[in-house]
């Protein structure tokens, strides 16, 4: 499973690939890059739920 590495997002879709190298677009968030995050269902589910705790923790800490 491929999952973006700003969004957690795992709508990845190749976006330019060749010789140099690939290229990934994540289709919820945008995000172009080289780097995606390659893991499995499980770790999938507790990468998520620590991505929600520490946005959580983000915002609350810009809006008190």
């Avoid at 700003?6 to 990934?24: F, N, P, Q, V």
């Avoid at 172009?32 to 269902?41: E, H, L, Q």
């Amino acid at each position: 499973m491929q999952v973006c590495p700003k969004c957690l997002g795992t709508r990845i879709d190749l976006y330019l690939g060749g010789s140099a190298g690939k290229l990934y677009r994540c289709l919820d968030c945008g995000y172009v890059g080289p780097v995606v995050i390659v893991t499995t269902i499980e770790s999938y589910a507790s990468l998520a739920k620590e991505f929600e705790s520490d946005e959580r923790k983000r915002v609350q800490g810009e809006n008190p």
